[in-house]
């Protein structure tokens, strides 16, 4: 029986979807059998940051209307053959689906997959409350910014009043040289706040937009620290313990050269 | 828009006048305190069950000492420009002269 976590953050643009892409591929890369699902009806994106665009038959909307079946609307990606993407319907609104279908999605895409990572809309509209309809557990994903971890808050009340209990957080853009002169709230700051377990912390990285302009999530790029990042919140997902990223360390050039160099 | 250089230029200055004290103090304290300030607010309103909740608990306290009129029982949260406090008004029907005995007996 897979697991459904769904991957959210009220305020938009802190990096749900790369976040969505990311997690998936990674668990993908250890075998596991994973469907990414965009719910993020009109405003789809994760085909495009997966670099799935030019796949697309059908979409969420078909399965749900019963245009297509399930199965026909699910797309392969390049890189893994165990993992799939259920895109968003581009030109419907937010209601064209329902949290009970949702629900049935969930249940049967359940029974044949590891886990399904679903990329929820921004914002607190019916779309939010379709994505979370037949999740498990939530990912609340915010930026070391005042707007950001207001929004987070406001989520994480959402979300455990819906009975998803115990959201876990991902601290996304975050700056280590900024924390250092003073400049922008710390991890045990935001933690401390929204008194959530915290799940990573994925570090500013340039190579994120790189990724995105590519298609190819930052988890393949192995000198990327963001990827690495995203690598130890997949594990930390399978219940593995791993101690979050050294986010001095991870700056300096002689690391990176080391790491690509496969020294560390 | 700023080239490169442009922005090194602008961060030795802003390092410069930290280092000298000219500069506010650092922008995180900032952020940390705005943000619980906010979320103060955005929680207390997110629920009046809670509100409510905390007028009977402190109904059941107070009772330990005095009668108050429950329905003339006021309790809101006012913010000023830096603090949020929670303001009471509670009218007293009458003080209890038996309060000693009372303390006593529930501890």
Known sequence: MGEIIVVTSGKGGVGKTTTTANIGTALASEGLRIILIDTDIGLRNLDVVMGLENRIVYDIVDVTNGNCRLKQALIKDKRFENLYLLPAAQTKDKSAVSPEEMEDLCRELKEDYDYIIIDCPAGIEQGFYNAIAGADQAIVVTTPEVSAVRDADRIIGLLESSDLRNPKLIINRFRPRMVRQGDMMDIEDIVDILAVDLLGVVQEDDRIIVSTNRGEPAVMNLISPAGEAYRRIARRIRGEEVPLMNLEESYGIMNRLRRFMGLC | ?107
């Open chain 2, 1 to 107: 828009m700023l080239t490169d250089a442009g922005e090194e230029l602008i961060m030795l200055l802003e390092y410069i006048n930290r280092v000298l004290g000219k500069a506010a103090s650092s922008s995180r304290i900032h952020a940390r305190e705005r943000l619980r300030l906010v979320l103060v607010h955005d929680r207390a309103k997110m629920s009046p069950y809670f509100m409510n909740q905390l007028k009977e608990d402190l109904n059941n306290v107070i009772a330990r000492y005095m009668v108050i009129d429950f329905d003339k029982f006021e309790i809101v949260l006012d913010q000023s420009d830096k603090v949020v406090e929670l303001k009471t008004s509670v009218p007293i029907k009458k003080i209890r002269r038996d309060y000693m005995d009372r303390i006593k007996r529930s501890s």
